[in-house]
């Protein structure tokens, strides 16, 4: 029997009270800020709004509102029912965030944290394409208050699983910048190395593209393959064989979220929105692609309607080309810094991923209680 269920069975046998929030929390809504407001009030502490990124970081300014533990949530949009933890910090919200800051001597609000978290989005309004998650209705979440020392029991044991999962973002990151790091360091070549066009060194088959509207694709087994990567499975395939495709289109060649060149093997299908590229060796093709991805490709894009990277303008992309002995050590170094950063099979990608399912089914298992009738 764990510490906790000793507790359980000591403290609540027969279940736990519930509440809803506005019992146990003051519930508060930010303030309309302005570009303006937060350039003419510039300063040091956070303003948090919408966004989930840098826990929604809308700016920083010279005052704040709270420097009190509480929790934040996002009342509209997409993100709308994220919440965040704050303590020991000064900070302010905007009109898209709610705060819930505690009204009782019976809640952990790191607690109450880990419970939003897996129940705020259920009550979110989807209704006319705005959800929603406005005070008065996060006001009827009702949680469960297990007696203060199983609350901070649940707390302690979550932390640690949100501590490694953190630790390996961490590690990720790192191995991210590592993986840059030695990437720009393979690809400083001496003046003895060639530089080529790109369209002398492999064949172009964009001829052979064929795109097809969603609504006439019969479903099946072949990856349908667009600007930036799969986007259907298809009947049929008009490619076979190993090849590197690359963006001819999309806000993607400017922004570089993900990667423009990519390799494809076997049956596929491609649309008129990826350049489609073979070689002759598997080394001279995986060079290819972590060159292209690695550079600035910027004087080639048109952006006259939309980023465009037409064939003329990809065929004089200048390739350093050194041996085929060279390109195979190359490719071999930054397949085992793809693997580590990039696979969600064995990488730490599927690392993180396997954290996170587990984290989330102990929380899920941890925050259940039987309702005292």
Not at 219 to 235: L, R
Not at 248 to 266: K, M, Q, W, Y
Request: proline share 5%.
């Amino acid at each position: 029997m764990t510490k906790l269920d000793r507790l359980i069975a000591e403290l609540c046998p027969n279940g736990v009270e519930y509440k809803t929030l506005d019992e146990i929390c003051i519930l508060t809504r930010g303030l309309v800020m302005s570009k303006d407001y937060l350039r003419d009030n510039a300063g040091v502490y956070p303003v948090y709004s919408s966004q989930t990124a840098n826990r929604g970081v809308f700016g920083f300014i010279n005052t704040y509102d709270y420097d009190c533990e509480s929790i934040t949530w996002t009342t509209d949009g997409a993100n709308a029912g994220s919440v965040f933890y704050h303590i020991d910090e000064k900070f302010s919200i905007t009109n898209v965030c709610g705060l819930l800051r505690p009204n009782s001597e019976n809640v952990i609000m790191k607690f109450i944290y880990y419970i939003l978290q897996t129940t705020a989005k259920s009550y979110v309004n989807d209704g006319m394409g705005n959800p929603k998650l406005m005070s008065n209705v996060m006001a009827t979440v009702k949680i469960p208050i297990p007696p203060l020392p199983i609350q901070q029991e649940i707390v302690r044991i979550l932390d640690i699983f949100t501590g490694l999962q953190t630790e390996l973002e961490a590690e990720l990151e790192a191995r991210k910048k590592q993986y840059e790091h030695y990437r720009n360091l393979l690809f400083m070549f001496t003046d003895d190395i060639p530089i080529v066009p790109l369209g002398t060194i492999g064949t172009n088959l964009d001829s052979k593209r064929k795109p097809v509207t969603k609504n006439v694709r019969q479903s099946g087994e072949y990856p349908y393959y667009g600007a930036s990567g799969i986007v259907d499975y298809v009947s049929y395939y008009i490619f076979e064989g190993d090849f590197l495709l690359v963006s001819e289109d999309g806000a993607n060649l400017v922004a570089r979220n993900t990667p423009i060149a990519f390799s494809a093997s076997g049956k596929i299908w491609v649309n008129n929105h990826a350049h489609v590229l073979q070689f002759n060796t598997y080394a001279t093709r995986r060079y290819i692609e972590f060159y292209l991805n690695s550079i600035d490709l910027s004087r080639f894009i048109s952006t006259a309607a939309q980023p465009k990277l037409n064939q003329e303008n990809l065929n004089k992309i200048p390739i350093p080309l050194p041996s085929i002995e060279e390109q195979a050590r190359i490719v071999a170094i930054l397949d085992r810094f793809d693997v580590l950063i990039n696979d969600i099979t064995s990488g730490l990608p599927a690392e993180i991923t396997g954290r996170r399912k587990q984290y989330e089914y102990y929380r899920d298992k941890l925050l259940t209680f039987k309702e005292i009738a």
